[in-house]
């Protein structure tokens, strides 16, 4: 059995086989271990001896095993060994259910004792099957900083007592806006990797296209974000195929073939984004997905309605500011003003950061898409040393190979080019 294909099965039944076990035992940290360990187990196991008819099932009964003993083998937890007793069942255990209850998992993470930061962590990491380190670039914090997040959610969890349970109906409405994060956080990191050698990961940014479906379908969405959320994931996939070449080498937007652009995708995901904004108030993902939309209904870079995009940062700036959202508005006034417009703009962002003015400028200077923006306005701007050096310093800060790659040769090309 391919080891692809145990990997994919591991993380498709990895969510849902820890939601089984969170249910059964209520005890989320002790859990969480357990299931790690079968992980673990199931890594070893099955490449070799092939994956099992059903992959859940057998990740539930290991962590089951694994947690019972960790339960009877903790001296210094001996009030718990009843519980153990208690819990190992006297008749054969209930049956695996056959339901998709990672979306319940989701909700249950977000759980309203922790905050913000720490429910995105702690989703992420638990039911996303994100490493460490790829929340801490996810979330545009130190790895450090995500690890002592984790630890910390797990202990306040523990010490709450309460104990993971489903939302009443008055905190649903606060855990979909913290859950709406995590899959779009989620969805970004399929997209375009962090780090590796594959420009995306598609398993990831399926399952949250999957699971912002199922949110969907299963929750009033009052706000109409949700659905401005599957819009926008729908109208940024659907250029997927036309992101790389045959070799997997990166195709910038301006140069893609864009005949191979999902036009079933895009279709779907203008038919949210109109349905949504003639009904509901307007919210960050809604702008964004319109953002999206305009991209994908342009014939070309060129033909593209830039000045519509630029009103729409705007609006969204003013709405939900952040790094990313300043960058974006940056590329879209440097269409439409010129790139020394976009220059002095970056400039600006990153002066109010350096002067303790802006979170998002301090992000925005150490940021490899930063750099690489820098250099294709210089590049732009006929600046072509300075252009050279600054996709030199974006090829050296990111760790995605094919965005790496690229960087490196638009460097090489304008220093052959002198």
Same mark, same amino acid.
């Given at each position: 059995?391919?080891?692809?294909?145990?990997?994919?099965?591991?993380?498709?039944?990895?969510?849902?086989?820890?939601?089984?076990?969170?249910?059964?035992?209520?005890?989320?940290?002790?859990?969480?271990?357990?299931?790690?360990?079968?992980?673990?187990?199931?890594?070893?196991?099955?490449?070799?001896?092939?994956?099992?008819?059903?992959?859940?099932?057998?990740?539930?009964?290991?962590?089951?095993?694994?947690?019972?003993?960790?339960?009877?083998?903790?001296?210094?937890?001996?009030?718990?060994?009843?519980?153990?007793?208690?819990?190992?069942?006297?008749?054969?255990?209930?049956?695996?259910?056959?339901?998709?209850?990672?979306?319940?998992?989701?909700?249950?993470?977000?759980?309203?004792?922790?905050?913000?930061?720490?429910?995105?962590?702690?989703?992420?990491?638990?039911?996303?099957?994100?490493? !460490?380190?790829?929340?801490?670039?996810?979330? =545009? @914090?130190?790895? %450090?900083?995500? &690890?002592? *997040?984790?630890?910390? /959610?797990? +202990?306040?969890?523990?010490?709450?007592?309460?104990?993971?349970?489903?939302?009443?109906?008055?905190?649903?409405?606060?855990?979909?806006?913290?859950?709406?994060?995590?899959?779009?956080?989620?969805?970004?990191?399929?997209?375009?990797?962090?780090?590796?050698?594959?420009?995306?990961?598609?398993?990831?940014?399926?399952?949250?296209?999957?699971?912002?479906?199922?949110?969907?379908?299963?929750?009033?969405?009052?706000?109409?974000? !949700?659905?401005?959320?599957?819009?926008?994931? =729908? @109208?940024?996939? %659907?250029?997927? &195929?036309? *992101?790389?070449?045959? /070799?997997? +080498?990166?195709?910038?937007?301006?140069?893609?073939?864009?005949?191979?652009?999902?036009?079933?995708?895009?279709?779907?995901?203008?038919?949210?984004?109109?349905?949504?904004?003639?009904?509901?108030?307007?919210?960050?993902?809604?702008?964004?997905?319109?953002?999206?939309?305009?991209?994908?209904?342009?014939?070309?870079?060129?033909?593209?309605?830039?000045?519509?995009?630029?009103?729409?940062?705007?609006?969204?700036?003013?709405?939900?500011?952040?790094?990313?959202?300043?960058?974006?508005?940056?590329? %879209?006034?440097?269409?439409?003003?010129?790139?020394? /417009?976009?220059?002095?703009?970056?400039?600006?962002?990153?002066?109010?950061?350096?002067?303790?003015?802006?979170?998002?400028?301090?992000?925005?200077?150490?940021?490899?898409?930063?750099?690489?923006?820098?250099?294709?306005?210089?590049?732009?701007?006929?600046?072509?040393?300075?252009?050279?050096?600054?996709?030199?310093?974006?090829?050296?800060?990111?760790?995605?190979?094919?965005?790496?790659?690229?960087?490196?040769?638009?460097?090489?090309?304008?220093?052959?080019?002198?």
């Amino acid at each position: 059995m391919p080891d692809a294909d145990a990997v994919r099965a591991l993380r498709d039944a990895a969510p849902s086989a820890l939601a089984v076990l969170v249910r059964r035992y209520g005890d989320f940290a002790a859990c969480e271990d357990a299931m790690q360990e079968a992980l673990i187990a199931a890594s070893a196991q099955w490449p070799i001896e092939g994956v099992p008819d059903s992959p859940r099932a057998w990740l539930v009964r290991v962590a089951s095993r694994r947690y019972i003993d960790e339960v009877r083998s903790d001296v210094a937890r001996r009030r718990r060994e009843s519980l153990a007793v208690e819990l190992e069942p006297t008749s054969p255990p209930a049956p695996v259910p056959s339901v998709d209850d990672t979306l319940t998992l989701f909700l249950l993470c977000c759980h309203p004792a922790l905050g913000r930061p720490a429910q995105l962590a702690l989703t992420l990491r638990a039911v996303g099957g994100l490493t !460490t380190a790829e929340i801490g670039r996810a979330l =545009l @914090l130190p790895e %450090a900083t995500i &690890a002592q *997040r984790i630890s910390r /959610a797990k +202990a306040r969890m523990r010490a709450s007592g309460e104990g993971f349970r489903m939302p009443e109906p008055a905190e649903l409405e606060s855990r979909l806006v913290a859950l709406r994060h995590v899959l779009y956080l989620m969805f970004t990191e399929g997209h375009t990797a962090s780090s590796g050698d594959a420009l995306a990961r598609v398993d990831l940014s399926a399952e949250a296209i999957r699971l912002t479906r199922q949110l969907r379908a299963s929750s009033p969405d009052a706000s109409g974000e !949700t659905t401005g959320l599957l819009a926008l994931m =729908l @109208l940024t996939d %659907a250029r997927r &195929a036309a *992101r790389t070449d045959a /070799a997997g +080498a990166l195709v910038p937007l301006d140069e893609q073939d864009r005949s191979r652009w999902d036009r079933r995708m895009i279709d779907e995901g203008i038919v949210l984004v109109t349905e949504v904004l003639d009904r509901a108030a307007i919210g960050p993902y809604q702008l964004q997905a319109a953002i999206a939309a305009v991209h994908d209904e342009a014939p070309s870079t060129h033909e593209t309605d830039w000045v519509e995009i630029l009103g729409l940062y705007d609006l969204l700036e003013r709405m939900s500011p952040g790094p990313m959202v300043t960058l974006g508005r940056i590329v %879209a006034l440097a269409m439409v003003e010129g790139p020394e /417009a976009g220059l002095v703009a970056l400039e600006g962002a990153e002066a109010s950061g350096s002067s303790g003015g802006s979170s998002a400028g301090t992000t925005l200077a150490e940021h490899h898409r930063t750099w690489a923006v820098r250099a294709h306005l210089l590049e732009r701007a006929g600046s072509t040393d300075a252009a050279s050096l600054a996709f030199v310093e974006a090829a050296r800060r990111t760790l995605n190979g094919p965005e790496q790659r690229f960087l490196a040769a638009k460097a090489e090309a304008l220093r052959a080019a002198r």
